[in-house]
């Protein structure tokens, strides 16, 4: 079955970065991306980004572009998030999800909706 | 950037009974690339709709979808206890994907 696999929780200073990785198992890595979703304390599903397994294609919200850099190792079936110049309101769960896509002329859309959904990595950012 | 407004915010309902959730997009969401997650306390999301109207693996019946467009509702015919979490509809087919802000079906 497929699984999706977080890393644990972490306590940052502001300023610091954190790196989120997520290891899938259960399907054929390459052939479908992750996505990144944030949901802070007691609020919404906020979508951060998309990278393509296949080709390491990304795709970045606007608010997160420079922010955050998305990664794949395909030798190991794991994705990573890194998330820098954390602030405080950055505190949050961060949830990777399975998502098929692609991307032409820079451009990308999806083509299936999230089916599988990691457990979650907190995130706390603190002084 | 496809807005998505979801109504009404909380919906108090008993086991049981008919609970229909609304979606209105800001633009046309393509090919009816529209999904909705029920998220429950401490969980991850999950998958119970995509293209609009198609269940998902292992969702049972009572959950359907409809719309197309602009417009799309989430019926759950009867209310079971476990239904009662937070809903969101996603439109996955043009970038950002965006998430409306969730409904809560509570008792």
């Known amino acids: 079955q497929v699984q999706l696999v977080q890393s644990g929780a972490e306590v940052k200073k502001p300023g610091a970065s954190v790196k989120v990785s997520c290891k899938a198992s259960?399907?054929?890595?390459?052939?479908?991306?992750i996505s990144w979703v944030r949901q802070a304390p007691g609020q919404g599903l906020e979508w951060m980004g998309w990278?393509?397994?296949?080709?390491?294609?990304?795709d970045y919200a606007q608010k997160f572009q420079g922010r955050v850099t998305m990664t794949t190792d395909t030798s190991t079936s794991t994705a990573y998030m890194e998330l820098r110049s954390l602030r405080s309101d950055d505190t949050a769960v961060f949830y990777c999800?399975?998502?098929?896509?692609?991307?032409?002329?820079?451009?990308?859309?999806?083509?299936?909706?999230?089916?599988?959904w990691g457990q979650g990595t907190l995130v706390t950012v603190s002084s | 950037e496809i807005v998505l407004t979801q109504s009404p915010g909380t919906l108090s309902l008993s086991p049981g009974e008919r609970a229909t959730l609304s979606c209105r997009a800001g633009?046309?969401?393509?090919?009816?690339?529209l999904a909705w997650y029920q998220q429950k306390p401490d969980q991850a999301p999950r998958l119970l709709i995509y293209?609009?109207?198609r269940r998902a693996t292992g969702i049972p019946d009572r959950f359907s979808g409809s719309g197309s467009g602009t417009d799309f509702t989430l019926t759950i015919s009867r209310l079971e206890p476990e239904d009662f979490a937070v809903y969101y509809c996603?439109?996955?087919?043009?970038?950002?994907?965006?998430f409306g802000q969730g409904t809560k079906v509570e008792i």
């Open positions: 990278i393509s397994a296949y080709n390491g294609d990304t």
């Open positions: 633009r046309s969401v393509s090919s009816n690339y």
């Open positions: 996603q439109q996955y087919g043009s970038s950002p994907w965006t």
């Open positions: 259960g399907y054929t890595f390459t052939s479908y991306g």
């Open positions: 293209g609009a109207s």
């Open positions: 999800a399975r998502a098929k896509g692609y991307c032409t002329n820079g451009v990308c859309f999806g083509l299936e909706p999230f089916d599988s």
